[in-house]
């Protein structure tokens, strides 16, 4: 217990006088998590840009480009020039051009005129999912003004009722897969770089002569980086809610729970590596390529669901996916753990998986 306890706090003082690693581990994350939620944490929903030419310039073509402004998903820019509006849709920088031609309050004023007033309406081809949208809220307005002007009374209406849902913005989905790769990284490829480095030197070797079991190493190595890992993540934490006002919605055992069986999963597979790779610059290359796919495949910075079929079964199998679905849904949603059972299964399966076949793996020397 002894020997347990001080390979434990050596491992500690190791990782604190490292300031390299402690800025890649800590300060990289909490960097990352700070410039990607401050330039897109408030994002929540699509926003459709639509540049409004009125060329009739009086009350109603106002009024008309006032309906279209109270859409909140809409981003209204008013342009005096038809060329300059068309430019920007060919750009990129408008999604949609809707013109309002001269006599447009004339037609509004002439009850008796049967014959349709043409609005034109001029949208990007290349992303016709937002142009879509853009397009339904523009006939909304047009629909709307239409059934006024005529003294529309419909026979069938709806009765409407709001359903309150989570205000989840892109800072909420980020913390959680800040977290998710930070234990990955800590773990996978801290681990697979600091054994291969003793190797080398041969501080493996000299411990190996002793009488110290490798159960006993194990063991203050698990100890010593499940410490760093609550730490880092109540860091972490505690940097996202004085910044973005990030809290946890859930229960603080659940997400401990799965802090220690992400890190135990990615802990044995930087062991497979490390018995692996003969030297620490081999070691570096393949935790990278393993988990440099992970970071997109994972759902750390995209949502999982928004990846193409194919790839759904080799996302559904990787840990670091079911790690960042389960801090995330106890984070934002407050799932409990009975309910997140089968990632914390595919998690504890990796961990036993793993740690087996890095008892093949491992090599003293």
């Known amino acids: 217990m002894k020997a347990y306890w001080q390979l434990t706090l050596a491992q500690l003082r ?17 960097f990352l998590m700070v410039m990607l939620g401050t330039f897109l944490g408030n994002g929540n929903g699509i926003s459709v840009s639509i540049g409004v030419v009125d060329q009739d310039k ?39 051009v809707v013109v309002i031609p001269e006599g447009y309050e004339d037609m509004m004023k002439d009850s008796a005129n049967t014959k349709p007033f043409e609005v034109p309406v ?16 523009v006939n909304s307005v047009v629909d709307g003004i239409s059934k006024e002007k005529v003294n529309y009374t419909p026979s069938i209406v709806t009765n409407s009722s709001g359903i309150e849902a989570l205000d989840l913005k892109y800072i909420d989905f980020l913390v959680p897969g800040i977290l998710a790769m930070m234990i990955m990284s800590n773990n996978m490829n801290g681990v697979a770089g600091q054994i291969a ?65 992400g890190t135990l ?13 003969k030297t620490p610059e081999s070691a570096a290359p393949i935790a990278g390529f393993l988990s440099f796919p992970m970071l997109f495949l994972g759902g750390v910075f995209f949502p ?21 679905h389960a801090l995330r849904e106890t984070m934002n949603v407050g799932t ?28 003293w020397e």
């Open 197 to 261: 480095a003793w190797r080398e030197r041969g501080i493996l070797r000299r411990m190996q002569g002793t009488t110290l079991k490798a159960s006993t190493f194990i063991a203050a190595q698990i100890t010593a980086r499940l410490m760093l890992n609550g730490l880092q993540a109540l860091i972490v934490l505690a940097v996202a809610n004085l910044i973005f006002g990030i809290s946890v919605n859930g229960s603080w055992l659940s997400l401990i729970t799965f802090v220690v069986l």
């Open 265 to 277: 999963a990615f802990m044995a597979i930087g062991f497979i590596i490390a018995g692996i790779a």
């Open 14 to 30: 190791i990782f604190l006088r490292n300031r390299q690693v402690l800025f890649w581990t800590l300060a990289f994350p909490i």
């Open 336 to 363: 409990p753990f009975m309910e997140l059972g089968s990632d914390a299964l595919i998690l504890a399966c990796w961990t036993i998986g793993a740690f087996i076949v890095a008892s093949y793996t491992f090599k």
């Open 304 to 324: 999982i669901r928004d990846m193409p079929d194919f790839l759904q079964p080799i996302v559904n199998v990787l840990p670091i996916s079911h790690l960042s």
């Open 122 to 137: 001029y949208y990007n081809e290349t992303n016709l999912a937002v142009s879509q949208i853009g397009l339904t809220i």
């Open 58 to 96: 009086t009350a109603q073509s106002k009024e008309f480009s006032s309906i279209l402004a109270k859409n909140e998903a809409v981003q209204l820019e008013s342009s005096n020039s038809k060329e300059k509006a068309l430019e920007q849709v060919k750009n990129g920088d408008l999604q949609l």
